[in-house]
């Protein structure tokens, strides 16, 4: 696909180290289509009635959901992984086959899970939902050899990212054990389904996200929002809360702890790491009109808003129906997450087309329809809250807003990778200060 684009595009390939660079291009390709069939699918499941839908309902959300945090938003992370983590550390370029295998797994386990839920079958959707989560889960942990190489990295204490940049990569082997583990041990401890998400959604999917928008403030924009010898501290810190934040839930349950408590400890990490990254010094930057991605830092806004979400639902102040997404996860997945991945991704093809920060535009129908989404979700629970009742139109008028911006997205990538005339260049600009032979990629080693 990559040799395709590329002969489209103009990319100027000049080694086989550089080759993997692009490789974020053929994710990024996935990611788009299989959002598609993740809408399809979703669509299908809330509006085809079904006693089989009813019976299974729960393994079947959980599915969907896995459609989000393994499936099409991974394969983001792990695009922007291969794209960019090889030339800010220097080191030979990952593999082309490691990125085949990823990419096979998770397009043929999206498709499984997908083709489950639409046969309304009980032993149809078990079988191809087994052999969706299997893949997968089997796709982060053949990632694990790439990882480890960025782990061991001897410029990490130089990075203005720190543990936040290479240890990310190191999780996902270990994800994809807990989660494959969960999903056979389902049928003797129902409650592993519950773990599972909520480590993938309360704790690595807030960490990636992080972590990208403080590569894009403290590295790309070199903002200094958070000194280098802070980060450790910051990436224990935040990693310890959210941990402590996911141990709450069982303990809650089983009366060990206070709701309250436990509402708190889901709250702090979002509120924690917003001070952290300094908002006031962020919309300082902005008012001084410094060039930066309108995405990024919109995502980092909403992150507050996350904690006080978690919070009001679980102290019992908001509720929601069993066929809804809780409210944060909604704000958390589409307002932070989405918004945050695809305006980085967004910034880093304009790095690859060389195209100057100050000339950079906001898709403003994307970047709209996503937050618009977002504010409706955010005022719904507020209705919720104060009527004392699950709402149910106004969810579904977000949720559309967020379908609509997958749609606009699609269409700008199918448009700007096929059809641009702009030249693409293998080695990014901004990254190329970080090769030591620039010209003859990352990783190179002269004889």
Not at 16 to 42: C, E, H, R
Not at 156 to 179: A, C
Not at 436 to 441: I, L, M, N, S
């Amino acid at each position: 696909m990559l040799n395709h684009i590329a002969g489209n595009m103009k990319i100027d390939i000049q080694s086989k180290q550089n080759l993997s660079a692009g490789s974020y291009i053929d994710l990024v390709l996935v990611a788009v289509v299989m959002q598609i069939i993740f809408f399809i699918t979703t669509i299908w499941f809330g509006t085809i009635g079904s006693d089989y839908y009813v019976l299974n309902g729960d393994e079947v959300r959980y599915t969907i959901r896995m459609q989000i945090g393994l499936g099409w938003m991974m394969c983001i992370i792990a695009g922007l992984g291969f794209g960019i983590l090889p030339l800010i550390y220097d080191v030979k370029t990952f593999e082309k086959s490691v990125m085949r295998t990823y990419l096979t797994m998770n397009i043929f386990g999206q498709l499984a899970i997908s083709l489950g839920i639409i046969s309304k079958d009980v032993a149809t959707y078990q079988t191809l939902a087994t052999i969706g989560m299997t893949l997968l889960c089997s796709s982060l942990i053949c990632l694990g050899p790439s990882a480890l190489v960025i782990f061991k990295s001897k410029k990490i204490n130089q990075d203005k990212v720190g543990l936040f940049s290479n240890t990310t990569g190191i999780i996902l082997p270990i994800l994809g054990l807990f989660t494959l583990s969960c999903w056979i041990g389902r049928k003797t401890y129902p409650n592993l389904l519950d773990y599972s998400e909520s480590l993938i959604f309360d704790f690595f999917i807030p960490l990636a996200v992080v972590a990208i928008i403080i590569s894009h403030v403290n590295r790309r924009l070199d903002w200094k929002i958070i000194k280098s010898e802070n980060l450790t501290k910051v990436f224990v810190c935040f990693t310890i809360l959210l941990l402590l934040a996911i141990i709450g839930g069982p303990l809650n349950e089983r009366g060990d702890i206070s709701s309250r408590l436990y509402s708190l400890l889901l709250i702090l990490p979002y509120t924690l790491i917003f001070i952290i990254m300094r908002p006031l010094e962020i919309l300082s930057c902005i008012k001084q009109r410094k060039p930066y991605n309108r995405m990024v830092l919109t995502a980092l806004f909403w992150i507050p808003v996350v904690g006080i979400a978690a919070f009001l639902e679980n102290a019992g102040h908001v509720t929601t129906n069993d066929n809804m997404m809780a409210y944060y996860r909604l704000i958390l997945i589409f307002g932070v997450a989405s918004q945050a991945l695809w305006g980085f991704t967004i910034y880093l093809h304009d790095d690859h087309k060389k195209l100057s920060i100050h000339r950079r535009k906001t898709n403003w129908l994307i970047y709209s329809s996503l937050n618009i989404g977002s504010i409706i979700t955010f005022l719904t629970m507020i209705v919720s809250w104060k009527q004392g009742e699950p709402i149910d139109v106004y969810p579904r008028i977000g949720i559309l807003m967020y379908v609509l911006s997958f749609v606009l997205i699609s269409l700008n990538w199918i448009k700007d990778i096929f059809f641009s005339l702009d030249d693409w260049h293998t080695v990014p600009m901004y990254y190329d200060q970080y090769l030591e032979y620039p010209k003859e990629g990352s990783g190179f080693e002269p004889e």
